[in-house]
């Protein structure tokens, strides 16, 4: 069983920085890509970032330049470094893994549950 659980998530003050983390935990064999995407009220889920295991990466259109996604894939761990944080950034993040079980010899995707982030005075 594969689990994404988040952290970091939090209220912070227009123009502040959060650094989200996402664990990938359980018996896992490969990550193909990791990434992050967020859901605001009465919205769809959007992609935020996304990186490979060969660390390419890409970013929405409104979040590059402020937003940086990172994966250290020793510790099976995904980040997303986010600077100059607006409102309309105000959401819940949600991990996203292509990953392998050890269980499967196919690539299967998973979701945290989410983190909050509120962007607000």
């Known amino acids: 069983q594969v689990q994404l659980v988040e952290s970091g998530g939090g209220l912070v003050q227009p123009g502040g920085s959060l650094r989200l983390s996402c664990v990938a935990s359980?018996?896992?064999?490969?990550?193909?890509?990791m990434a992050w995407y967020r859901q605001a009220p009465g919205k769809e889920r959007e992609l935020v970032a996304g990186?490979?295991?060969?660390?390419?990466?890409n970013y929405k259109e409104s979040v590059k330049g402020r937003f940086t996604i990172s994966l250290d894939n020793a510790e099976k761990t995904a980040y997303l470094q986010m600077n100059s944080l607006k409102p309309e950034d105000t959401a819940v993040y949600y991990c996203?893994?292509?990953?392998?079980?050890?269980?499967?010899?196919?690539?299967?995707?998973?979701w945290g549950k989410g983190a909050p982030v509120t962007v607000s005075s």
């Open positions: 359980g018996s896992i064999y490969s990550i193909t890509r």
């Open positions: 996203h893994g292509v990953i392998t079980p050890r269980t499967a010899d196919y690539a299967v995707q998973y």
């Open positions: 990186i490979t295991s060969s660390f390419a990466t």
